[in-house]
């Protein structure tokens, strides 16, 4: 059975926990994800490695969570629950709504650089790319692969429709344009893939 | 007035410009992007240093023709004309077509990794970045847009599409699950795309 620590000592570690978190984070951005070491983030924290090594087996470990937790924090600050797509039963208002704080997550200098650095790394070091994908990005498609599912039974999606490959005709067109830069993103831009998606390029 | 050279000298110099880009983009994938030099593509082509640079000012002028040529053998090989939009009337079939092809190249390893590497780098390198978006993805994508304004044209797409946006419904899906590795991709799933991006998920 694990020890429950006093009420202080919890306090203490998630104040570690935070600081660890930030310091991976900042490594990342500033030395790239090869050149972040344990040694490196334990240091820039102001805790000892062994810290780090009694709550998480690499730096790859800790940088799941780390970003794990900068998701958290910008689902809060939008004001909605992380890890949940609305269903008010208007499926096009709850995926631009969604869309809409993704895009001001995207937009913001906390977020971005870290995640591009991340993202970067996972293009190249497959292994690494196939690990964040799993626990980071697919949870989050996974959401609204529910609510198509979720729209399918109320009659808003066709019933042929793979949720799976729907999802990406709002999500992807989003990730191209922040990750390549091929151009701006917006609230505006967002709705307007939404509405595509669900209706078509075709005339009805 | 350029000096027209001797057709043995022609010949010899197009023998150079593809030794030149096999050995930049040989480099590219073993080294990296930041660590490729001019003086390193020179010395595994087996030409001098001045060769290239009486051809390129730098080693992004060097890739940025080495990328060009690599899609234009691509397309061949895919038995089409570089740089072309087929328009047979029948919009679903021609983008099915190009896009059948463009799955055949991105899972093709003598395609794959340089893309892969020089995609990577661009996340980082915002400049480099920006330059290769600007002169190799977004003269493709506008093929893409033109293909769907002449559908406006034939009342095949709503008037009010921008296909600027359009496009990437059946793009950028495709370029995510390769660039990021969230998913196989196939001639079925380039096909389904099209389908759910011209008549929409929601019922018809």
Redesign the interface.
């Known amino acids: 059975m694990v020890k429950k620590p006093a009420p202080d000592a919890t306090r203490r570690s998630q104040r570690s926990r935070r600081a660890i978190y930030e310091a991976a984070l900042a490594l990342v951005v500033e030395e790239?994800y090869p050149r972040t070491t344990v040694e490196g983030i334990a240091a820039r924290a102001g805790v000892g490695k062994q810290t780090i090594y009694r709550w998480w087996s690499s730096k790859a470990d800790v940088l799941l969570e780390a970003f794990l937790d900068l998701g958290e924090q910008a689902a809060r600050q939008a004001g909605y629950e992380p890890y949940s797509v609305p269903d008010t039963g208007d499926l096009a208002a709850d995926l631009k709504a969604v869309l809409r704080a993704t895009v001001d997550e995207l937009v913001d200098p906390r977020f971005e650089a870290p995640w591009?650095?991340l993202?970067?790394?996972?293009?190249?070091d497959?292994q690494l790319?196939?690990e964040f994908?799993a626990k980071l990005?697919?949870p989050q498609?996974d959401l609204y692969a529910r609510r198509?599912r979720a729209a399918q039974a109320a009659?808003?999606?066709?019933p042929d429709?793979?949720p799976?490959?729907?999802l990406?005709?709002f999500?992807?067109?989003l990730?191209?344009?922040w990750?390549?830069?091929?151009?701006p993103i917006s609230h505006a831009?967002t709705d307007?893939?939404v509405d595509?998606?669900?209706?078509?390029?075709?005339?009805?």
Chains 1, 2 share one sequence.
């Open positions: 790239g591009r650095a993202a970067a790394e996972g293009l190249v497959e790319g196939r994908v990005l697919e498609l198509l009659g808003a999606v066709r429709v793979d799976r490959i729907g990406e005709l999500v992807s067109p990730a191209q344009r990750l390549q830069r091929t151009a831009y307007t893939l595509y998606a669900l209706y078509g390029l075709a005339p009805r």
